[in-house]
């Protein structure tokens, strides 16, 4: 008879229920959850490691100071993101008025970052880091509002609906935004990719 | 199907969500169409490549920062509680203080009311000189001297060519004889 393995694996749900109870454990199980993936979509906005590590250390911090405004409506996931991704917002206009925004892609700070080996020879890899350089650069070159919704689509990779919860506009419309910023990434990139039949 | 109306569903295409009979419709015009195909295809290689890109992960030290941030934020709302406090305690005896503020709120209270009664009063007691005044003005009489009028606008008594007083119990006007003062003791009736 198999025996019935029960998910003790709590939800985010339940995580920030527990933490607006007092539980700190459950905000630091939060963090855990989340840093990685809000530093990946906050650093495809800025371009910028530290200064979208900073942005996710601000984003937990108002998690922290604003728990008790959280209700249960929507997901987790949606609250958070949305308070990423407004600061984020933020830091650019910022930038804008200052006009310090980078066009030279990556930035290294004197932190030391944790970027995944990547298998195969130096020529692989050498490649690979430039691909992404290159694929950086064509998404900081799209308008804002592209640019948010291929990085919630395509690399966060989160559903047409969660995005549309996200960025607060209707689902008719992230799906047509996804659609022309597909098409201009293609016509910036296009060159680069030898394509298998679809 | 032209190719502008298929480019509106290129993203629904590359991701799965057209329906059977839109989804062929679509790949028979891609078959006829390079340019179209090749858009397609380079499309699909670069959502591909955008799911595999670099995932960068924060610093080892990311977690110790954010405690000590969130430490340093209930510190600072503690003290800001804790200074408040403190300089209540401080104060040599918490209850005389709010006594003390409490009567000078109540004194302040009475004098402005005593003022203001008094005032009204002063008022209604000497609207019939007022009126007597205004009368004696139009007519171009001057029984009341400047001096007498002088007391008046100062509150004090003053002899009246009036035969009215007034009540002080009921601020009304009231018919004097000669000689006879008005109930307050502030106007005499003298004949003129």
Redesign the interface.
């Known amino acids: 008879m198999k025996k019935k393995i029960e998910n003790t694996i709590p939800t985010d749900e339940e995580l920030i229920g527990r933490f607006q109870d007092g539980d700190i454990y459950a905000f630091e199980q939060i963090v855990k959850r989340y840093k990685d993936q809000l530093l990946n979509y906050a650093y495809r906005f800025l371009g910028d490691i530290a200064d979208s590590e900073d942005l996710v250390q601000e984003t937990f911090l108002r998690v922290f100071r604003k728990r008790k405004a959280y209700r249960n409506i929507a997901k987790f996931s949606t609250w958070i993101y949305t308070i990423t991704g407004n600061l984020a917002k933020t830091e650019l206009r910022r930038r804008k008025k200052k006009r310090l925004f980078s066009i030279s892609g990556l930035k290294y700070s004197n932190k030391e970052y944790e970027i995944p080996d990547i298998k195969g020879g130096p020529d692989e890899r050498a490649d690979s880091v430039v691909m992404d350089e290159l694929i950086q650069k064509a998404i900081d070159s799209l308008s804002p509002k592209f640019k948010e919704v291929i990085i919630l689509r395509d690399i966060q990779e989160l559903s047409y609906e969660e995005v549309s919860k996200i960025i607060k506009i209707p689902l008719g419309t992230v799906k047509s935004r996804v659609n022309r910023a597909r098409l201009r990434l293609q016509e910036i990139l296009g060159g680069l990719f030898k394509s298998p039949e679809t | 199907m032209s190719c502008k109306e298929v480019?509106?569903?290129?993203?629904?295409y590359?991701d799965g969500e057209l329906s059977e009979t839109l989804k062929k419709e679509i790949k028979v015009h891609?078959n006829n169409c390079p340019h179209c195909k090749?858009?397609?295809?380079?499309?699909?290689?670069?959502?591909e490549?955008?799911?595999s890109?670099?995932?960068?992960?924060?610093?080892?030290n990311?977690?110790v920062?954010?405690r000590e941030?969130?430490s340093r934020?209930l510190t600072r709302k503690r003290s800001f509680i804790n200074t408040w406090a403190e300089s209540i305690n401080y104060l040599p005896n918490k209850s005389i203080i709010a006594f003390g503020a409490a009567a000078i709120f109540v004194i302040i209270f009475i004098i402005m009311n005593v003022q203001q009664s008094n005032y009204e009063e002063f008022q209604i007691k000497n609207a019939p000189f007022q009126k007597e005044i205004l009368n004696q003005s139009r007519t171009g009489e001057n029984i009341i001297s400047d001096k007498e009028n002088e007391q008046f606008l100062k509150g004090e008594s003053v002899l009246s060519v009036s035969p009215s007083g007034v009540d002080d119990s009921t601020g009304k006007a009231i018919d004097l004889k000669e000689g006879e003062q008005s109930l307050d003791g502030k106007v005499k009736y003298i004949n003129k």
């Open positions: 480019c509106n569903y290129f993203s629904a590359l891609f090749a858009i397609l295809n380079k499309a699909c290689s670069i959502k490549y955008m799911k890109l670099s995932k960068i992960k924060t610093s080892d990311f977690e920062r954010l941030r969130v934020e």
